[in-house]
């Protein structure tokens, strides 16, 4: 399946020297080179950036190397103490996923610092590996939405999805139950590639699909799904789906629950070999 162009790819732009942050990666990347390629034209250490703007220099040099995340405060008193116009501001407006529902951004701020991702789908197919037809078919379902909201939607969706593409991918663990492979979304053209792209996404060796069969019967997954943000193997964030909207959180007491059901979940589910099997069956029962 052809991959989406990134919306956020600036050709022809070079790194400057010392700087190991990839700009095409994501917009709080392209936020940290940028910042850095800023404050270096301006002659200035990130010491002396930082007393300009009133903030610890080691919060500057976090920000450049992306291990912390910018407000829009800080933005702002950036482009105040580099003579800017806004630049830095209107990047940080990129970083926020201001397309996304509003109850959603700060789940995916949150994603793009994982390390490793557990999720559990018992409806559709994840939004991390959904085909661009796919996710437009979801998005068209929401009342009221527009098509330039549609394309909005989707064009994050899929600025998303960047994550599985970088050079340091995190590691993936997509438990879904089987139902989700027989509910028809959109035509029967856009359910075979969603099926032979979880096929290619399961080749990947930072991903694991697995499916929970219908035998399965009855189990806690069915409550609905959910998603848990790992970061060296210590879990840190999770998201929960729900109506009218889901909710990001980061109690510990809250994620260790979820842990627990997620465990349970994969227990009743085949191993990815098997799960492999059963899409490629149903592949090629559509051909």
């Keep these: ?87 830095m501001t209107r990047l940080y407006v990129a970083t926020t996923w201001n397309a996304a529902p509003e109850h959603f951004r700060p ?71 089987q139902s989700v492979l027989h509910r028809r979304i959109g035509a029967a053209r856009i359910m075979e590639e969603q099926l032979r792209y979880l096929l290619e996404i399961a080749d990947q060796p930072t991903v694991l699909i697995q499916i929970v069969p219908n035998e399965a019967g009855a189990h806690c997954g069915l409550a609905g799904g959910f998603i848990i943000a790992e970061k060296n193997g210590t879990p840190y964030a999770a998201f929960a789906e729900g109506q009218p909207r889901g909710r990001t959180f980061a109690e510990q007491s809250d994620i260790a629950r979820l842990l627990l059901r997620y465990d349970r979940i994969r227990a009743e589910a085949l191993p990815l070999k098997a799960s492999v099997k059963l899409i490629e069956g149903m592949v090629n029962k559509s051909g």
């Excluded at 050709?11 to 850095?36: I, Q, T, Y």
């Excluded at 250490?45 to 007393?51: R, S, Y």
């Excluded at 789940?107 to 559990?120: H, K, Y």
């Design 1 to 87: 399946m052809r991959r989406a162009r990134s919306p956020y790819r600036l050709e022809g732009l070079n790194l400057p020297r010392g700087s190991d942050v990839d700009p095409h990666e994501s917009p709080r990347a392209l936020f940290a080179f940028e910042l850095r390629r800023y404050r270096t034209s301006a002659h200035l250490t990130q010491k002396q950036l930082a007393q300009r703007i009133g903030f610890s220099e080691s919060l500057v040099a976090m920000v450049e190397s992306m291990k912390r995340h910018a407000s829009g405060h800080f933005a702002r008193l950036c482009d105040e103490a580099l003579g800017l116009d806004g630049v």
């Design 107 to 177: 789940w995916l701020e949150e994603e793009q610092d994982a390390t490793g991702l557990r999720s559990w789908e018992p409806m559709v197919i994840p939004g991390l590996v959904q085909t661009e037809e796919y996710a437009r078919e979801m998005f068209a379902t929401a009342p009221n939405v527009t098509p330039e909201e549609i394309e909005e939607r989707l064009a994050g969706r899929m600025r998303r999805q960047a994550i599985l593409r970088g050079d340091n991918p995190p590691s993936i663990s997509l438990v879904m139950d």
